[in-house]
């Protein structure tokens, strides 16, 4: 199975708005809503940000969200801060019983 | 509050296998509503699954991983195990245990809700 496609890098400024998008294919993404994201900080383990596409666990904050169009799913962080900053992975269900992740993006906080 | 906790060895030679087990506590991995999963990430590289069971016994692996891995479970331990055989330098990597909630009145979903903190595993002789 193939990894799900994302930007190696994306960046913005303290307030700012940025979105990581997540391509898959009609196996994947396009075929369930079973999309989730994930935070990562250096040396830590990830963490669950959204759910099933668009849902945000308790206690994460508001100004994560995301969507899904057809095969490409993204996600948004409006009103970025410092704490911001770090890796963030799509994940999907596929159509083989299996899970696969995105290659990750790193996000810079400017 | 569930925790989960990887054991084993942090150095394995290559071609032989590395083994991996996660104990879950203030849980239990006989639960119908959850997947229990093993997820790996190469030094400055990306998540990778590696594979998941069920309750039931039920298993799934990453199709490129699949004649080398084999996933387990110890009810009676409230565990789960990973073996990968014929390892190479390839194989390095932090090893996560991470629990897939699978099942709930809603419906069905599949996400990864819950990680253990890692493990390195180094492949080398």
């Known amino acids: 199975q193939s990894a799900l496609t994302q930007p190696a890098s994306v960046s913005g400024s303290p307030g700012q708005s940025i979105t990581i998008s997540c391509t898959g294919s009609?196996?994947?993404?396009?075929?369930?809503?079973?999309v989730s994201w994930y935070q990562q900080h250096p040396g830590k383990a990830p963490k669950l940000i959204i759910y099933?596409?668009?849902y945000r666990p308790s206690g994460v904050s508001n100004r994560f969200s995301a969507s899904k169009s057809g095969k490409t799913a993204s996600l948004t962080i409006s009103g970025l801060q410092a704490e911001d900053e770090g890796d963030y992975y799509c994940?999907?269900?596929?159509?083989?019983?299996?899970?696969?992740f995105g290659g990750g993006t790193r996000l810079t906080v400017l | 509050q569930v925790q989960l906790q990887e054991s084993g060895p942090g150095l394995v030679k290559p071609s032989e296998t590395l083994s991996l087990t996660c104990t879950v506590s203030g849980g239990s991995v006989s639960s119908a509503t959850y997947y229990w999963s093993w997820i790996r990430q190469p030094p400055g590289k990306g998540l990778e699954w590696v594979g998941h069971?069920?309750?039931?016994?039920?298993?799934n692996y990453n199709p490129s991983l699949e004649s080398r891995v084999t996933v387990s479970l110890d009810t009676s331990k409230n565990q789960f195990s990973l073996k990968l055989t014929s390892v190479t330098a390839a194989d390095t990597a932090v090893y996560y245990c991470?629990?897939?909630?699978?099942?709930?009145?809603?419906?069905?979903?599949?996400?990864?809700?819950?990680w253990s903190r890692g493990t390195l595993v180094t492949v080398s002789s």
């Open positions: 099933d596409v668009i």
């Open positions: 994940s999907s269900y596929t159509s083989i019983s299996t899970l696969v």
């Open positions: 009609n196996s994947d993404i396009g075929r369930y809503n079973y």
């Open positions: 991470a629990r897939i909630f699978y099942l709930d009145a809603s419906g069905f979903n599949w996400y990864f809700d819950l």
């Open positions: 069971i069920y309750y039931s016994g039920s298993t």
